[in-house]
């Protein structure tokens, strides 16, 4: 069997320990006391959970993250241009593959009772002919991971086709050109860093589609926490987030606590090994640890974003909103056949919490509030409120926070009215006027420009684009009575109809 190459821009990681970037204003622990006074080493960067979404990225190109050996005959994921492999496949071709994939989990894999029963699995599949009628590269290696992981039960298994290797005559890029490349798409996805919003009753919103390493995307993250700095309220959607880096968890935890804290730890097969994961001591920006928290997330979420997820919840310093997530825990290593044209990414340890003492593999984090994903924000934007207007001394806010409440509230069950129905509103009411026109009823107070009511039910409607006001029908049985314009400081004003 022929060695392998590395798949571009992978570097291997001291084990356990990584110091962080000064430019992100981190300063890592070399130990944190434990029970007892004693002391237990810390790591800042050890490993990488990435979803099996993200490790298609890997093995075609990306960073193959987190190494921490070499299985017999092999090299981790991390600088080959391409493959070489043939086009179809042949017998030989396929047994080479399977006894390349046996090789690594019985190496790496981190339950070897498990390793061996898929090495079983895959040789008799070959054995009996199984796998004879697939010819093609990408239906062979899609079937493998469907065979491990029927055993496995473990997402973060895959076996992928590399990419093809460049054509004769143009040179393969240089590793520095990969890792340029693979910087400059993480920039422009502006590391997974997809929304900062201030929402209603201040409630600060980070729509976080990935966990970047904060080596490379620590300044953004420290901006966009920064600007969160002045909520009262803080919603994370993980809705979107498949996973990524331990450091990024860390450092926006660090954010959540007043005090280092113990996140979570990897227990490695190799050597026993134990790494420690806690938040840093010094971090810039806001202290937001005395402000309550929501995570949103959904069946797509998944390792390093179910393990922020999970953190939050264990230390019972966040609530969750949405559905169970997808329930992978085990950190990974990326290998590469070139010869063969595949790679494989094996789980080389499992996430243990330091307080249940388990982790989320095959169950997923389950949420405190269960609701669709599709409904978790509007949730979570309305539990907020309710819990800041449970807090508050101050009238005039507690008034504001219910009119934003309210509004959510209604928002969330929109109605449909019928030409006819809302003709049923239309007239003049002293200075305003209502009015149907193609099939939308319009409000205007002269001499303002007109704008469109959009129905919430009991009579209620919303002016599109105006926040402060609503506008109310009063009734004498089936009859408009009147027009009751309400405002957010809780102003009211009533018109007649004439």
Same mark, same amino acid.
């Not at 990681?13 to 990584?18: C, K, V």
């Not at 010819?135 to 496995?152: K, Q």
């Not at 600060?204 to 901006?223: H, M, P, Q, S, W």
């Given at each position: 069997?022929?060695?392998?190459?590395? +798949?571009?821009?992978?570097?291997?990681?001291?084990?356990? *320990?990584?110091?962080?970037?000064?430019?992100?204003?981190?300063?890592? *622990?070399?130990? /944190?006391?434990?029970?007892?006074?004693?002391?237990?080493?810390?790591? =800042?960067?050890?490993? =990488?959970?990435?979803?099996?979404?993200?490790? $298609?990225?890997?093995?075609?190109?990306?960073?193959?993250?987190?190494?921490?050996?070499? &299985?017999?005959?092999?090299?981790?994921?991390?600088?080959?241009?391409?493959?070489?492999? &043939?086009? #179809?496949?042949?017998?030989?071709?396929?047994?080479?593959?399977?006894?390349? $994939?046996?090789?690594?989990?019985?190496?790496?894999?981190?339950?070897?009772?498990?390793?061996?029963?898929?090495?079983?699995?895959?040789?008799?599949?070959?054995?009996?002919?199984?796998? #004879? /009628?697939?010819?093609?590269?990408?239906?062979?290696?899609?079937?493998?991971?469907?065979?491990?992981?029927?055993?496995?039960?473990?997402?973060?298994?895959?076996?992928?086709? %590399? &990419?093809?290797?460049?054509?004769?005559?143009?040179?393969? &890029?240089?590793?520095? #050109?990969?890792?340029?490349?693979?910087?400059?798409?993480?920039?422009?996805?502006?590391?997974?860093?997809?929304?900062?919003?201030?929402?209603?009753?201040? $409630?600060?919103?980070?729509?976080?589609?990935?966990?970047? #390493?904060?080596?490379?995307?620590?300044?953004?993250?420290?901006?966009?926490?920064?600007?969160?700095?002045?909520?009262?309220?803080?919603?994370?959607?993980?809705?979107?987030?498949?996973?990524?880096?331990?450091?990024?968890?860390? %450092? +926006?935890?660090s954010y959540l606590f007043p005090e280092p804290t113990h996140l979570n730890d990897f227990h490695l097969r190799r050597g026993n090994q134990v790494w420690q994961f806690w938040t840093p001591t010094n971090v810039a920006g806001p202290d937001l640890s005395k402000v309550p928290v929501w995570v949103l997330t959904s069946s797509y979420t998944f390792s390093g974003a179910e393990e922020f997820t999970y953190n939050l919840k264990t230390l019972k310093r966040a609530t969750i909103v949405g559905e169970t997530t997808g329930g992978g825990a085990h950190p990974i290593n990326s290998y590469a056949y070139p010869s063969l044209g595949v790679g494989i990414n094996v789980p080389f340890g499992r996430a243990v919490n330091p307080i249940t003492g388990t982790n989320w593999e095959g169950t997923g984090v389950e949420p405190d509030l269960k609701v669709s994903a599709a409904d978790a924000l509007g949730v979570a934007h309305i539990a907020a409120l309710k819990a800041l207007r449970a807090q508050t001394t101050v009238p005039e806010q507690a008034l504001a926070l219910g009119w934003i409440q309210e509004g959510l509230e209604l928002s969330a069950r929109p109605i449909a009215l019928d030409a006819a129905a809302l003709g049923a509103y239309e007239g003049s009411y002293g200075p305003r006027r209502a009015w149907v026109e193609d099939g939308t009823l319009y409000y205007q107070r002269a001499p303002q420009s007109r704008v469109r009511l959009i129905p919430v039910g009991n009579d209620t409607f919303f002016l599109d684009g105006v926040d402060y006001f609503r506008v109310r029908f009063g009734r004498e049985g089936d009859r408009i009575t009147k027009l009751i314009g309400m405002y957010q400081d809780g102003r009211v004003s009533e018109n007649p109809r004439d």
């Open positions: 069997m022929s060695s392998k190459r590395s +798949l571009p821009g992978s570097r291997s990681l001291p084990r356990g *320990h990584r110091t962080n970037p000064s430019h992100r204003g981190v300063t890592p *622990h070399s130990a /944190r006391p434990s029970a007892g006074g004693r002391t237990a080493p810390v790591t =800042v960067l050890a490993a =990488v959970i990435v979803s099996s979404i993200l490790l $298609v990225g890997l093995l075609s190109g990306g960073p193959a993250w987190a190494q921490t050996g070499v &299985p017999a005959g092999g090299s981790p994921a991390g600088g080959a241009a391409g493959t070489s492999a &043939p086009a #179809d496949l042949n017998q030989a071709t396929r047994a080479a593959i399977v006894d390349s $994939v046996s090789a690594v989990l019985d190496s790496v894999y981190v339950f070897p009772e498990t390793a061996t029963r898929m090495e079983a699995l895959i040789h008799d599949n070959l054995r009996k002919g199984e796998y #004879d /009628r697939i010819l093609a590269l990408p239906d062979f290696t899609r079937r493998l991971t469907e065979d491990l992981r029927s055993i496995s039960h473990d997402g973060h298994i895959t076996v992928t086709p %590399l &990419p093809p290797a460049p054509p004769p005559g143009m040179p393969a &890029p240089s590793p520095e #050109d990969q890792r340029k490349a693979y910087l400059e798409t993480k920039a422009r996805e502006n590391y997974g860093f997809a929304k900062v919003e201030h929402l209603g009753g201040n $409630v600060g919103y980070l729509d976080l589609r990935e966990f970047a #390493d904060a080596g490379i995307a620590g300044k953004t993250a420290v901006a966009a926490m920064t600007l969160l700095g002045n909520s009262d309220a803080l919603i994370f959607d993980l809705r979107k987030n498949g996973g990524g880096d331990p450091s990024m968890i860390q %450092l +926006l935890c």
